[in-house]
């Protein structure tokens, strides 16, 4: 354990001493400091930035927009998923096509969205909702249609209602498949807030850090970066952790 | 025959969909900026061809995900080898990787937009940054997996580590590093095509772009399709050749 913590800070050491290098890199010039700032400029526009409230307003923005859609298409997936991957025929039927669809880049929905809902709001909800929606309604439908057999039976001899089922059979048994997409949905909807943004000219990150660059800012615009790593890397924890306390019983085994 | 019926399966529920938008079309007389017959978009698509402008923003999209990955992939893999094979590596870069990995590859596009203006470099950047991080992981976790014995060959060899690396751990790991190019290669698509939308002029992002702002949603849908094909077609073809050169060897779990 004593072994592992020590790992720990000699890891973030070595990333203390990248920051330093930047730094260096920075302060001697190396780089033109119009394309990188080093991280004492950084810092200061994020601290700046937090002090006037319009990073916090943008990041707010942005979380909201990414976990509305995030959740609207993990809803709409799951519901989705549950009914193809529940019926043979459905799926016969539809999976080639989902399986189409599987790998078209998220983004090339962004144009169909403008023309539907112009440059709004709406526009960029409904083009995270439909990008975000593929890796969790694929992930349902694998989950729902590898329930192990026997449990189905196990039902019919309980005499389990569909719904039953449904609730306490085949949702819990596919639920690590459902969380694995939604994590990967989480990444998408992230992705998909910050080119909404940009596109549409809406407040965020997005659209902060491309003004930001359009007008040679580059502090706030390395402060929005980083900012945007840091949401990244706190909502992935934060399903991490979920994941772990749902999944509680998977590890007993 | 099974497969045949599987196959006319598949295409019913898609083909009835573009029957029936079309028969839509014509009984509602359809003229609209936002939408356009499937018809209509077969049209386009096919003038988008004869033209050769969708081939050109096709050409555009390929070098640039294709340039990005084999950027990004590279460093990933050599940097991949190295932590795999070094526990030690590994555990110092822990907090590194796990700092720079959650930084979403589209923030980096107003960056390499303002260090390198619109076109091929900055596309390029964007995905090889994309494309970096799942080959590093799989390549790592790859390497780290190779059977311990062979490394006990390596040593009664007295292989040094250069050689160790090239003839006994990279074709172990081979089957599985495969399969992070694979992923990576889907990924530089989507990124390419996500920059091409929201910024550079080049490619079939941005032609959709241009199709839906000069009001003609046929040609956005053609395009729209278009990728579709790509994507499926590349997905299709990197999957067969996995099949091909490495059989059963290359079903291995990509949950990272």
């Not at chain 1, 969205?113 to 709406?122: K, N, P, T, V």
């Not at chain 1, 990444?187 to 809406?202: F, K, N, Y």
Request: with cysteine; net charge positive.
């Amino acid at each position: 354990m004593n072994a592992r913590i020590g790992w720990r800070l000699a890891s973030v050491a070595v990333g203390g001493l990248f920051i330093v290098a930047w730094q260096l890199v920075a302060s001697a010039h190396i780089v033109s400091p119009v394309y990188l700032p080093g991280p004492d400029r950084t810092w200061n526009a994020l601290v700046r930035g937090f002090a006037t409230g319009t990073l916090l307003a943008q990041l707010l923005q942005t979380v909201q927009r990414m976990l509305v859609g995030w959740l609207l298409a993990s809803l709409a997936g799951i519901v989705l998923g549950a009914c193809i991957g529940l019926s043979r025929p459905a799926r016969a039927y539809l999976g080639p096509t989902l399986e189409f669809l599987r790998p078209l880049p998220a983004s090339a929905v962004i144009p169909l969205g403008i023309a539907f809902f112009g440059l709004s709001d709406g526009m960029v909800l409904g083009v995270i909702a439909f990008g975000a929606l593929w890796p969790t309604l694929l992930a349902t439908v694998h989950g729902f249609a590898a329930v192990e057999p026997c449990l189905y039976e196990v039902s019919r001899a309980l005499g389990m209602s569909r719904l039953a089922v449904i609730w306490k059979i085949a949702l819990p048994s596919s639920l690590p498949d459902i969380l694995g997409g939604m994590r990967l949905s989480l990444t998408v909807s992230l992705i998909l807030a910050v080119v909404g943004e940009m596109l549409a000219s809406r407040t965020g990150l997005g659209s902060g850090i491309l003004v930001a660059a359009r007008t040679f800012h580059a502090p706030d615009l390395y402060a929005g970066v980083v900012l945007l790593g840091g949401l990244g890397y706190i909502t992935a924890q934060g399903l991490f952790a979920l994941e772990a306390r749902l999944l509680r019983w998977r590890a007993v085994r | 025959m099974k497969r045949a019926l599987a196959i006319g399966r598949g295409l019913a529920f898609p083909a009835a969909a573009i029957v029936l938008c079309q028969i839509a079309a014509m009984v509602s007389h359809l003229q609209s900026d936002t939408l356009a017959s499937p018809a209509a978009a077969l049209v386009a698509g096919a003038h988008a061809f004869a033209d050769g402008s969708i081939l050109l923003a096709t050409v555009q999209t390929l070098a640039n995900a294709f340039g990005g990955l084999a950027l990004g992939g590279c460093i990933g893999l050599i940097l991949g080898i190295l932590l795999g094979s070094s526990t030690t590596a590994d555990r110092l870069m822990e907090f590194s990787v796990e700092a720079l990995r959650p930084i979403p590859s589209v923030a980096l596009i107003p960056v390499a937009m303002l260090i390198y203006g619109f076109g091929y470099r900055m596309e390029i950047a964007i995905v090889a940054f994309a494309s970096f991080w799942p080959v590093l992981i799989l390549s790592r976790n790859a390497v780290a997996g190779v059977d311990a014995a062979l490394f006990d060959v390596a040593r009664v060899l007295r292989l040094p580590p250069l050689a160790r690396t090239i003839k006994i751990v990279l074709p172990a790991a081979l089957p599985r590093i495969f399969v992070a190019f694979r992923l990576a290669a889907g990924i530089a698509l989507t990124v390419a095509v996500t920059v091409e939308v929201s910024t550079n002029p080049l490619g079939l992002g941005y032609g959709m772009m241009l199709a839906e702002q000069s009001l003609h949603p046929e040609l956005m849908l053609a395009y729209l399709l278009w990728i579709g094909i790509i994507g499926w077609g590349l997905n299709f073809a990197i999957v067969n050749a996995q099949r091909r050169l490495f059989g059963r060897s290359a079903n291995v779990r990509t949950a990272t």
